[in-house]
């Protein structure tokens, strides 16, 4: 479990709500992971989540509220697996499948020219 003392620190955040970081203030998060080998397979789940919502203006004038998240689970396999490595992938062929989504990571509008800022796809 890792404390994270401002989730918008972080590089994505914190270029794309760059003119709203002051209004934001910090806004801290948890990032609890887990990470389980067995054998020449490896498993890995992690969540990082802000602990309570920003709230500020956007540059139009409208209250924007988000509570930023995110989450990744991985598999992977070793080939050619040694029981003496300490961890998938630090030698020789692996393969890995990988699976992440965002929560509340919508765009907010910014004057001059006008545009959309911190805006992350979404799958439908």
Same mark, same amino acid.
């Given at each position: 479990?890792?404390?994270?003392?401002?989730?918008?620190?972080?590089?994505?955040?914190?270029?794309?709500?760059?003119?709203? $970081?002051?209004? $934001?203030?910090? $806004? @801290?998060?948890? #990032?609890?992971?887990?990470?389980?080998?067995?054998?020449?397979?490896?498993?890995?789940?992690?969540?990082? /989540? #802000?602990?309570?919502? #920003? /709230?500020?203006?956007?540059?139009?004038?409208?209250?924007?509220?988000?509570?930023?998240?995110?989450?990744?689970?991985?598999?992977? /396999?070793?080939?050619?697996?040694? @029981?003496?490595?300490?961890? $998938?992938?630090?030698?020789?062929?692996?393969?890995?499948?990988?699976?992440?989504?965002?929560?509340?990571?919508?765009?907010?509008?910014? /004057?001059?020219?006008?545009?959309?800022?911190?805006?992350?796809?979404r799958l439908a």
């Amino acid at each position: 479990m890792d404390y994270i003392s401002s989730v918008f620190d972080s590089n994505f955040l914190q270029s794309e709500y760059r003119p709203f $970081i002051a209004e $934001i203030g910090r $806004i @801290p998060g948890l #990032a609890p992971s887990l990470k389980v080998g067995f054998g020449p397979y490896s498993f890995i789940g992690e969540m990082n /989540r #802000a602990t309570k919502p #920003a /709230r500020f203006n956007d540059g139009t004038g409208q209250p924007i509220t988000l509570r930023p998240s995110a989450w990744q689970v991985s598999l992977a /396999r070793q080939f050619d697996w040694n @029981p003496w490595l300490e961890s $998938i992938g630090s030698q020789g062929t692996y393969v890995a499948l990988s699976y992440s989504r965002s929560h509340d990571l919508g765009a907010c509008s910014q /004057r001059r020219p006008p545009t959309l800022v911190g805006s992350v796809p979404r799958l439908a």
